[in-house]
């Protein structure tokens, strides 16, 4: 599994938007049919909400990707 760092922006990023600013899904359209088939992962449980708030300190899984998020500028 591939692990990326995505650094965060304020206090929160909605998974949505992130499954897109980080290139693993090609669009919003996209990114809401992988959450809502169930194929992404936060903190390790499956997670349908397109528009859940994370956090930096969570990690997000999605097509053979792990993403570490931390706290940006």
């Known amino acids: 599994m591939n692990t990326l760092q995505f650094a965060v922006r304020g206090e929160f990023i909605q998974l949505d938007q992130l499954l897109k600013a980080t290139g693993l899904c090609e669009s919003g359209g996209a990114a809401h049919a992988a959450i809502?088939?169930?194929?992404?992962?936060?903190?390790?449980?499956v997670d349908t909400r397109k528009r859940a708030k994370i956090r930096p300190g969570q990690q997000v899984e999605f097509a053979d990707t792990r993403l570490d998020l931390v706290a940006g500028g």
């Open 36 to 45: 809502g088939d169930g194929l992404v992962r936060v903190d390790g449980a």
